[in-house]
């Protein structure tokens, strides 16, 4: 790694990860290169310095690579994958894992790299995407002492709260963990709603009241109150099926340390429901709509 300011690699420029591509290069001082499948978003990274590369010369000059992908098993192809950076790579190198993936991947992919002498740190991001956009992430980080202190710098250009939750994986876990418990306070208040219509109090009143009491949230301020109550929601948003992949990384994780994570399970039937129905790809507590049409079926 170069001893100056090192070269920054950024691959996946979505919905989150043009926004994080733009803070680092707006604020790191470091030159950025990105690569990705969709150009128009590396043409207004391109605006910010931002250099629009081809992979080769990507992993050819980077010293750090980010990666901000769908799923942890996008992660592992792109990353272990034939033709992958994996083989790619020179010793030396650092990827930073900015996509939520589960622990087994994270460790798996960790290890390969590892054997080539390929440093790893799992930061996956949380938060919204107005968040990524006004660079107030919250970041877990997964990594050792050293390799922490040289990606926090650029971590705290898009995070405005980095916390060091350990070794390889850790990250992870937090960030599965909070998601869980997020979606199962989703769909309590899912519940809530149906629950509270049917017995003739509407969802505005309902959430306006428990936000004066113990029940008050910040999934109830911005999941109810801004998508169940006024049934909003949007595409490309945090959909119902990345929702389902994350809760399923839980349930997964609940198992492998001998915790039977009933109320992930409860959560991911009801997220496959609403897939079902066609909600798939609308924003995150559309599964409320599960319970309303529900209703409107007599269910």
């Known amino acids: 790694m170069s001893q100056s300011q090192p070269v920054i690699g950024f691959i996946g420029v979505g919905v989150m990860g043009e926004p994080i591509c733009r803070h680092i290069a707006t604020k790191s001082g470091a030159q950025v290169l990105a690569s990705d499948l969709n150009a128009e978003p590396l043409a207004r990274l391109a605006a910010h310095g931002v250099q629009t590369v081809g992979m080769d010369e990507l992993v050819s000059r980077a010293d750090i690579v980010f990666l901000s992908l769908p799923s942890g098993e996008v992660m592992q192809q792109v990353v272990a994958g034939k033709g992958g950076l994996l083989e790619r790579l020179a010793a030396g190198k650092l990827i930073v894992d900015l996509s939520t993936s589960s622990v087994d991947v994270t460790l798996?992919?960790?290890?390969?790299?590892?054997?080539?002498?390929?440093?790893?740190?799992?930061a996956p991001v949380m938060r919204t995407r107005a968040a990524a956009e006004a660079g107030t992430l919250a970041v877990p980080v997964g990594a050792s002492d050293e390799v922490f202190a040289l990606i926090e710098p650029f971590i705290r250009t898009f995070a405005s709260d980095v916390t060091h939750a350990g070794k390889v994986s850790a990250g992870q876990v937090v960030k599965i963990l909070n998601n869980m418990v997020l979606y199962e306070t989703v769909l309590a208040l899912s519940e809530a709603a149906a629950i509270g219509r049917r017995a003739g109090v509407q969802p505005d009143v309902l959430f306006s009241a428990f936000s004066t009491g113990s029940a008050d949230s910040f999934a109830l301020r911005n999941h109810g109150m801004k998508a169940i109550a006024p049934q909003s929601f949007p595409e490309k948003a945090f959909p119902v099926t990345y929702a389902k992949k994350d809760i399923s990384y839980a349930v997964a994780l609940g198992e492998q340390v001998g915790v039977d994570p009933t109320g992930a399970r409860?959560?991911?039937?009801?997220?496959?429901?609403?897939?079902?129905?066609?909600?798939?790809?609308?924003?995150?507590?559309?599964?409320?709509?599960?319970?309303?049409?529900?209703?409107?079926?007599?269910?």
Do not use: M, W
């Open 108 to 122: 798996a992919v960790a290890r390969q790299l590892a054997d080539k002498g390929i440093r790893f740190a799992d």
């Open 266 to 299: 409860n959560l991911v039937a009801t997220l496959q429901k609403a897939i079902e129905l066609g909600h798939g790809e609308k924003y995150a507590p559309a599964l409320s709509l599960v319970f309303e049409e529900g209703a409107k079926s007599g269910i």
